[in-house]
């Protein structure tokens, strides 16, 4: 864990002001109590977190190992994995070489204190998993599976044993799988003496739950025409249900608004009909536990009530010091309101890794007497829960930090269609009437949230007594973020906007115009798209500028939508943008080699279309058949990449607009002090933190982007610089033994620092919208891209529209 030098600075600041803290006992509770200490009584749960780690051979050189899934059961955690080594080069020439030491399947057991229990290799004969449970009588259980050349003779029993592993009986299922080996996810004993099985998902079908009589004959298979079991089985008030999902929701992908929660009967074998799941965010993140089914997202764990069908919050990590940056992706089994077991997957190393994390509560909140500065934002950044983790796990500070994170708070309240709008309202209406929270993070693109009422000017802090050098900076950066002078958000860390070319072909600006746009357009080879084909809606995103300002006036309440200006936009946006359904997802592709030779550089492009259902925009710049593509640039990494990649000279230019704006800055990390806040200069000695190198250089590995403070800039630029050259020559040395299905690598540009600076140098404008008015936009000019009203027409009900959330704000 990083230790900021910032952090004695931070803590001498908080010690100036009494901080009002937030009471976070409710679920999404936004509110902060300006007179609340935290009592010796508030809910505090002690920790611990062990990693499951995988036994690996010293001796042989991991490359990598998959783990199927992490299944916690009463008394053990069972972990399926497959390993893969590196085979020796000499290997192949040896015809006793036993290939299969570097290449099986296996299956780890934990207790529940992440000790190894056990470790075996499954053979080719056995079951990848074996699903194991407690049954009635309290003996063990193990389904396991007896395979044969031919499935049908497969056999697969329940082996039953007592606390000493001596076998008490075996119990024969009817062979209902036939064709399919079975992955079993859950095995339960109803009181009747019912043996259910159940296995794991498929995306292209429902896997039925199985039922069979003590004797292991079946008796009937559960499954939806059109539903399929998004969970495992649970009980609640001595029934049982299942979380489920539509099929078409499943295949699309959006899961939003689509979970119910359904009982299952086992004397008629079907699905009664569902109650509608509120704030299941999503089903990797739920849990069946015996007495109900849970959810974790990153603000805490919820429990589904029956009765409202919505999620009922039980803990909150803030009553816990657990890393923050475990809870992307966790699965919480309560054991009772004392004890909580969770599995935890960090995604954060090259390999997934696996922990365990055990609460229980504590008779006394070990944080009594503590003040506490609360953070509100949306996506809050795995730079600035490094932050809080090791400030709060400090016993010297006097202070504590608590954060929520807003877009899942959002979601959990069942409002997955338009969250951003949603979380936008509901902020605004904190700050409105004084009850948000001291600081504010990642609402700098949000143009209603920009006046003195909600936040404070931070330029009188960057400019006081304890400020900062405006020299060390991308000061251009502050500055394209203002509104009238004002900087009311500060970017901590940043990316670019624009458009990747080939400038070959095009020959353009980076704040080229419309204008530019046509006669580059005009002038294009025969052969060659100018862009890949993007829907209207989207391209409106762009062509509109980074900024609504022209148009809009919070201040004024004035909107000025019905202009020559507008329509010229979307006579711009309908000539080069589509109105086909269905368009398909267009990405930038890239793929990191597994040999740590390549230090997890990427490589881009390759030799055809892949048939995922995307548009790959690398290939088609690559083969010379695009112009150019939108890009996302979040590291001069990924400039490099880009730039190599074009047949001939690449460039970056802004997006072509009405005005020439040029490459936009999007705020990465960012920060604001609420004007409501009574501690606005604590606040600002933790915004202060994160300007300083070490804590810049870290939110620039953690968070992937470019940070504002220029030193770490150019440490962090030019040592990508010396690992792009040092992966090249492994490249050119390894042509001959590496696949790299039509990829490539090229070296650095010898003033590819110098050039991506000036870039940075040159943005004087930043993204920043509303999105309830980019709604109304996209919602009224459907009709005109589709032909049937006027540019006229359509921008005279924006105006309506607009001004009345304008007037509302």
């Known amino acids: 864990m990083k230790n900021y030098t910032a952090r004695k600075a931070l803590a001498a600041a908080l010690c100036l002001s009494m901080l009002p803290a937030f009471s976070a006992c409710k679920k999404n509770q936004t509110k902060k109590n300006a007179s609340r200490e935290i009592k010796e009584t508030d809910p505090y749960y002690d920790s611990e977190t062990v990693e499951l780690s995988i036994p690996v051979d010293e001796t042989k050189e991991l490359q990598w190992i998959q783990v199927s899934d992490v299944e916690y059961a009463d008394t053990e955690i069972r972990m399926p ?85 001596n076998t008490l009986k075996e119990v024969t299922l009817d062979n209902v799988w036939k064709s399919e080996i079975p992955s079993i996810r859950s095995m339960k004993f109803l009181s009747d003496g019912k043996i259910v099985m159940q296995g794991y998902e498929s995306i292209v079908s429902s896997t039925p739950i199985e039922v069979f009589d003590p004797s292991g004959k079946h008796l009937f298979s559960i499954s939806s025409m059109d539903r399929n079991m998004a969970s495992g089985m649970f009980r609640q008030d001595g029934k049982y249900y299942v979380l489920t999902i539509s099929q078409d929701a499943w295949l699309s992908g959006e899961f939003a608004n689509d979970y119910e929660v359904n009982e299952i009967d086992f004397e008629k074998g079907t699905l009664k009909p569902g109650i509608k799941a509120k704030g299941i965010v999503f089903a990797e993140s739920v849990a069946a536990a015996e007495d109900g089914l849970y959810s974790s997202t990153v603000n805490g764990i919820s429990k589904f009530d029956m009765k409202t069908g919505e999620m009922e919050e039980i803990l909150t990590w803030n009553q816990t010091d657990v890393d923050h940056n475990l809870l992307n992706m966790i699965k919480s089994y309560p054991k009772n309101e004392n004890e909580i077991h969770a599995i935890a997957t960090s995604y954060m190393d090259k390999m997934p890794r696996y922990y365990l994390v055990n609460l229980f509560r504590a008779e006394k909140n070990p944080h009594a007497g503590k003040q506490i500065l609360y953070v509100g934002g949306q996506g809050i950044s795995p730079s600035f829960y490094d932050f809080m983790h090791d400030y709060n796990a400090d016993p010297d500070n006097d202070f504590r930090i608590e954060t929520i994170d807003y877009y899942y708070s959002e979601l959990e309240s069942g409002n997955a269609e338009n969250v951003e709008a949603g979380l936008t309202d509901k902020v605004y209406l904190d700050l409105l009437s004084g009850e948000g929270p001291d600081i504010l993070m990642n609402f700098a693109a949000t143009d209603q949230f920009a006046n003195e009422d909600l936040l404070v ?14 020299s060390k900076y991308f000061d251009n950066i502050f500055r394209s973020v203002e509104r009238d002078g004002k900087l009311f958000s500060i970017p901590t860390a940043f990316g670019l906007e624009g458009y990747l070319v080939d400038a070959d072909v095009i020959h353009a600006e980076s704040t080229w115009t419309f204008d530019d746009l046509d006669r580059e357009a005009d002038a294009l080879p025969g052969d060659k798209m100018l862009i890949p084909k993007i829907s209207t809606q989207n391209l409106l995103k762009t062509f509109i500028g980074p900024n609504l300002s022209e148009y809009m006036d919070y201040t004024k309440k004035e ?22 359904e269905n368009i398909k997802p267009a990405s930038m592709g890239r793929s990191i080699p597994g040999d740590d030779a390549f230090e997890e550089v990427p490589y881009m492009a390759g030799s055809e279309e892949l048939e995922d259902g995307t548009t790959h925009l690398e290939l088609l710049i690559y083969s010379g058949a695009c112009a150019m593509a939108p890009v996302s640039v979040n590291n001069i990494l990924d400039y490099h990449l880009y730039t190599t990649l074009v047949p001939g000279e690449g460039k970056l230019l802004g997006y072509p607009t009405a005005q020439g704006k040029g490459i936009i800055a999007s705020p990465g990390l960012s920060l604001s002090i609420v004007a409501s806040s009574e501690s606005k200069d604590a606040s600002w000695e933790v915004i202060r933190a994160f300007m300083e190198e070490e804590a810049q250089l870290n939110m620039a590995e953690r968070d992937s982007c470019i940070p504002v403070l220029r030193s770490a800039f150019e440490k962090i630029a030019n040592e990508t610089k010396e690992k792009i050259d040092r992966v090249y020559q492994v490249y050119l040395e390894s042509m001959g033994s590496f696949d790299y299905y039509g990829g490539v690598y090229f070296p650095a540009a010898s003033d590819l620092v110098d050039e991506f600076r000036e870039i940075i140098e040159s943005v004087s404008y930043s993204f920043h919208q509303d999105p309830a008015v980019m709604d109304i936009l996209q919602e009224e000019t459907a009709g005109y891209f589709s032909g049937s009203r006027s540019a006229e027409d359509v921008l005279k009900n924006v105006d309506n529209r607009a001004k009345q959330i304008v007037q509302e704000h």
């Open 457 to 470: 000017d931070l330029n009188s802090y960057i400019d006081g007594k304890n400020g900062l050098d405006r």
């Open 559 to 580: 909107v000025h939508f019905s202009s020559e200006s507008m329509i010229h936009i979307l006579e711009e946006v309908k000539k080069y943008g589509s109105t086909e």
């Open 81 to 165: 994995y497959y390993i893969n080594y590196e085979i020796p080069k000499e290997a192949y020439a040896d015809m006793n070489f036993d290939f299969s030491a570097y290449s099986y399947g296996g299956l780890a057991v934990f207790d529940l204190k992440g000790n190894l229990i056990s470790n075996e290799k499954q053979g080719e004969g056995s079951i990848g998993s074996e699903c194991n449970t407690i049954d009635n009588e309290g003996n063990h259980a193990v389904f396991s599976a007896e395979l044969n050349t031919d499935p049908e003779k497969s056999v697969y029993k329940i082996v039953f044993t007592d606390d000493n592993g």
